[in-house]
């Protein structure tokens, strides 16, 4: 099996284990955005148990809670998903920051949410270029890049969001999307300045 080949049916493995969240969105038997991320992480993770073409994966999911331990605060993520690759042809170990919303095909957001995504966007941007959103829809999840979210005035977000969980999938296995300065799917692994200040606001609390 080739390299574009195998990257390819990664892809496609991504893409139904994406399905097979947004279907468990779709039946009412997931609502909140929060279990949303969870079930999609979830079913990446084990699709991604073994290595696929040379493919190994991790993701994590940050911590949104109130107080010095809300990581999603302050990167402006709700997950970090991270691939290596170690083949004759490609090597890389790379991650993404994505945060995810839910927003049907046609809807707008309203303002103030549609500001908030935003300033999580510039959050995001700040740790890494390699920054994107997910839209839950009940029909398909799309991706769209924090950088042009984080800048338009569009509130149809699964509009903004111009790719498919396929072409996201493909792009990042392919290699031309991910940052190889983020070198895990850790929060301790990412860039310092980021990593002292949750340190800092977390021994701080615990005083």
Same mark, same amino acid.
């Given at each position: 099996?080739?390299?574009?080949?195998?990257?390819?049916?990664?892809?496609?493995?991504?893409?139904?284990?994406?399905?097979?969240?947004?279907?468990?969105?779709?039946?009412?038997?997931?609502?909140?955005?929060?279990?949303?991320?969870?079930?999609?992480?979830?079913?990446?993770?084990?699709?991604?148990?073994?290595?696929?073409?040379?493919?190994?994966?991790?993701?994590?999911?940050?911590?949104?809670?109130?107080?010095?331990? &809300?990581?999603? !605060? #302050?990167? /402006? =993520?709700? $997950?970090?998903?991270?691939?290596?690759?170690?083949?004759?042809? %490609?090597?890389?170990?790379?991650?993404?920051?994505?945060? &995810?919303?839910? !927003? #049907?095909? /046609? =809807?707008? $957001?309203?303002?103030?949410?549609?500001?908030?995504?935003?300033? %999580?966007?510039?959050?995001?941007?700040?740790?890494?270029? &390699?920054?994107?959103?997910?839209?839950? =829809?009940?029909?398909?999840?799309?991706?769209?890049?924090?950088?042009?979210?984080?800048?338009?005035?569009?509130?149809?977000?699964?509009? &903004?969001?111009?790719?498919?969980?396929?072409?996201?999938?493909?792009?990042?296995?392919?290699?031309?999307?991910?940052?190889?300065?983020?070198?895990?799917?850790?929060?301790?692994?990412?860039?310092?300045?980021?990593?002292?200040?949750?340190?800092?606001?977390?021994?701080?609390?615990?005083?």
């Amino acid at each position: 099996m080739g390299f574009d080949e195998a990257m390819r049916l990664a892809a496609k493995e991504a893409d139904n284990a994406v399905g097979r969240a947004m279907r468990k969105y779709r039946t009412g038997h997931v609502t909140d955005e929060d279990d949303l991320t969870g079930v999609l992480i979830g079913n990446l993770d084990t699709t991604f148990r073994e290595p696929i073409g040379g493919l190994q994966w991790s993701s994590s999911i940050l911590r949104h809670r109130a107080g010095p331990a &809300a990581e999603e !605060q #302050e990167i /402006g =993520a709700d $997950m970090i998903i991270h691939v290596r690759l170690r083949t004759p042809i %490609q090597k890389y170990s790379k991650a993404v920051l994505v945060q &995810a919303k839910r !927003q #049907e095909p /046609g =809807a707008l $957001m309203s303002n103030a949410a549609h500001n908030d995504l935003k300033d %999580q966007c510039r959050k995001m941007l700040k740790v890494s270029p &390699a920054s994107f959103v997910f839209d839950y =829809a009940k029909g398909k999840m799309r991706c769209g890049s924090a950088s042009k979210i984080g800048g338009s005035q569009n509130r149809n977000l699964y509009e &903004a969001c111009t790719w498919t969980s396929y072409r996201f999938f493909l792009e990042l296995f392919r290699s031309p999307i991910g940052d190889t300065n983020l070198r895990s799917a850790l929060v301790k692994d990412l860039p310092v300045p980021i990593v002292l200040k949750l340190s800092a606001e977390g021994t701080l609390d615990g005083e």
